[in-house]
């Protein structure tokens, strides 16, 4: 992901990684985390947890908000997803 990312000199791809088999959104311990992956993305640009500038996210990501993020960010492109996870979840993404 770090070597993609480095590699985007025009800024068209965006990367997120999502951690979804952690604590809860809410929960103390995934705020703690948070916290620290914020200060540290801050002072060394590099996530805590994946060790790359790619920020990792705790949670599953509401991907109407994920899509209309991306397509307020990069109007009038052509969009691809590149997924990895459950084989139900592939459904879904084609449907948004």
């Not at 992901?1 to 990367?15: A, F, H, R, W, Y």
């Not at 899509?67 to 052509?78: A, L, M, W």
């Amino acid at each position: 992901m770090d070597e993609v990312s480095e590699n985007d000199q025009e800024g068209l791809i965006e990367l997120h990684n999502y951690c979804t088999s952690v604590y809860e959104e809410g929960d103390a311990r995934s705020a703690l985390i948070t916290m620290l992956q914020s200060i540290q993305q801050a002072k060394s640009g590099v996530d805590i947890v994946s060790g790359t500038r790619v920020k990792t996210h705790f949670a599953r990501p509401n991907w109407r908000q994920v899509f209309k993020h991306v397509t307020i960010n990069h109007p009038e492109q052509r969009i691809g997803v590149f997924y990895c996870g459950p084989q139900g979840l592939v459904g879904e993404l084609r449907h948004l």
